[in-house]
């Protein structure tokens, strides 16, 4: 049932698909790197094979485990996927900028306490 593969060969505008199983291989392939979707897909249905001849069944058996973090580039397992989607954990950076301002004008006022105090000695 492998060999269903060698269609890849020939010239076609039929989606392709992958097995599972070489869906799964490339999956362990790509995850944890920064490679690359289609050259995964060229070595396994052919040269000139990628992303946009495969069928959505195969590209869904892939996205159910990995995805590809729109900062960093890495493929990352979706375990790993931060609230803001196709955003990996370590490069999602919630907004709270705001706060640290907060924060400095806080210590500024605080300084300026302990600076009057030892003038009381
Ligand atoms: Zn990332």
Redesign the pocket.
């Known amino acids: 049932m492998a060999k269903r593969i060698n269609r890849a060969v020939v010239e076609t505008t039929e989606p392709l698909a992958l097995t599972e199983e070489q869906a799964l291989s490339i999956v362990n392939d790509l995850r944890g790197t920064c490679g690359n979707l289609d050259m995964e897909i060229q070595d396994r249905l052919g040269n000139g094979v990628g992303t946009e001849d495969l069928d959505t069944k195969s590209l869904n058996l892939i996205d159910e485990h990995i995805f590809n973090?729109?900062?960093?580039?890495?493929w990352?397992d979706n375990d790993e996927m931060s609230e803001d989607h196709g955003?990996?954990?370590?490069?999602?950076e919630p907004e709270d900028k705001e706060e640290d301002e907060d924060s400095y004008e806080d210590r500024m006022n605080d300084e300026n306490y302990y600076r009057d105090e030892p003038e009381d000695f």
Request: aromatic content about 16%; charged content about 25%.
């Open positions: 973090c729109e900062v960093c580039g890495w990352c955003v990996c954990e370590e490069c999602f």
